[in-house]
C-alpha cells in the first residue's frame, strides 16, 4: 500500500533570486541574492492556487501550477501517494529578466515537498539540489538557490551534480538593472553557436579563474574577470539595449555582465561608492533608452531556500 502524505501540514519557504554565469561562468557559475519569494503552503485534499505580485493574472491556479505539479511528482518518486496542496504564492522574483524564477520556484517546490516527507523519508538539501538541477538540466542556477553564496557547480558524466560555495569579499556589492522587457531562456540559448574555437574557450577559461579569485579576494579584478567569450556578444542581437547598457558600463571600468540568459544586467562592484556611481550610470542610460529601467541593490544571499514549519 502506497504511503500517504499527512494533511494539515502548512509551513512557508523562501528561495532567493539568482543571478547565473557572472560572465565567463557559463552554466557553472551562480550568485544568491536577497531578493526572494514567499510561498506558503499546505497539504490538504485538493488543491489550490493564490498568486499575488509576478505572474498573477498569468500563471495557473489549478494543479498544473509548476510548483505544486512538482511537489506531487518529487513525492511520487519517494513512494508517497501526492496529497493536494494550497498554494499561496508572493512572488517577488521578476519572471523571463535572467533572475532565477524558475530555478526558485523548482528549488521551493523540491524543498517544501521533502521537508513534508515523514522524518525518515527526507532526502535533505543534497536531494533537492539533486533533484533541481536535474529538472533544469544544468545547475548554475539552482547550486545557489539551494545552498545560497557563490556556487561553482558541474555536471558529472553520469548525469550526477555538484557544487561547492565559496566565501566571497566583504566589499563586494550587486547591481541590478531591471529592463521592462522580458526575454526567455530558449530564445537566449538559441542565439549560442554549437561550437567554439579552442582558443576561445581557453580564454574563457582564464576569465573564470580569475574571475572566482576577483569574488573572493581581490575585488578590483573584477572587470578583468568578467571578461566572458562564450555567450554575451552572441546574445547581445536579441536584448540590444542591456547590450549597450553593459557597454556603458564596461567602458567606465564598471563590471557589468547580463545576469543569467538576460535581459537584466547585472554589475559586480567593490564598496558603496562604486554602487553609487553603477546608479548614476544606469540612471543617465535610462534617460535614452527604448525600454524603462528599474535599479535594484539586493544584498547578496549567504543562504538558500529557507523553509519555515508551522
Known amino acids: 500500500m502506497t504511503a500517504?502524505?499527512?494533511?494539515?501540514?502548512?509551513?512557508?519557504v523562501c528561495p532567493p533570486a539568482t543571478s547565473a554565469n557572472l560572465g565567463p561562468g557559463f552554466d557553472s557559475l551562480g550568485l544568491a541574492l536577497e531578493y526572494r519569494d514567499r510561498l506558503e503552503v499546505r497539504t490538504a485534499q485538493s488543491s489550490s492556487v493564490q498568486i499575488d505580485?509576478?505572474?498573477?493574472?498569468e500563471l495557473p491556479t489549478d494543479e498544473s501550477h509548476l510548483i505544486i505539479k512538482e511537489m506531487r511528482r518529487y513525492w511520487g518518486k519517494a513512494g508517497f501517494e501526492a496529497a493536494g496542496v494550497q498554494l499561496i504564492a508572493h512572488n517577488r522574483i521578476p519572471h523571463a529578466r535572467g533572475m532565477g524564477s524558475s530555478a526558485a520556484a523548482i528549488v521551493a517546490a523540491y524543498a517544501a515537498a521533502d521537508a513534508l516527507l515523514p522524518e525518515g523519508s527526507r532526502g535533505g538539501t543534497e536531494a533537492v539540489f539533486q533533484a533541481a538541477a536535474q529538472w533544469e538540466g544544468?545547475?548554475?542556477n539552482v547550486a545557489p538557490a539551494v545552498f545560497g553564496g557563490l556556487s561553482i557547480s558541474s555536471t558529472s558524466a553520469d548525469g550526477s551534480f555538484s557544487s561547492v560555495q565559496v566565501p566571497l569579499h566583504q566589499d563586494l556589492r550587486a547591481v541590478l538593472a531591471i529592463p521592462s522587457n522580458g526575454l526567455s531562456t530558449e530564445v537566449a540559448r538559441g542565439a549560442l553557436?554549437?561550437?567554439v574555437d579552442h582558443s576561445i574557450a581557453a580564454a574563457n577559461s582564464a576569465s573564470a579563474a580569475l574571475l572566482i579569485h576577483a569574488l573572493s579576494n581581490d575585488p578590483s579584478v573584477l572587470l578583468a574577470g568578467t571578461k566572458d567569450y562564450l555567450h554575451q556578444d552572441y546574445r547581445a542581437a536579441s536584448m540590444p539595449q542591456s547590450a549597450a547598457l553593459i557597454a556603458t558600463l564596461r567602458e567606465a571600468g564598471l563590471a557589468a555582465v547580463v545576469s543569467g540568459a538576460g535581459p537584466t544586467v547585472l554589475t559586480l562592484v567593490a564598496g558603496d561608492a562604486q554602487v553609487a556611481e553603477v546608479l548614476a550610470r544606469i540612471d543617465e542610460f535610462s534617460a535614452h533608452s527604448t525600454v524603462s529601467w528599474r535599479a535594484e541593490v539586493p544584498t547578496l544571499a549567504a543562504n538558500g531556500v529557507t523553509v519555515e514549519v508551522l
Open 4 to 12: 500517504q502524505i499527512a494533511l494539515g501540514q502548512h509551513l512557508i
Open 193 to 195: 553557436p554549437a561550437q
Open 53 to 57: 505580485g509576478e505572474g498573477a493574472g
Open 138 to 140: 544544468h545547475p548554475d
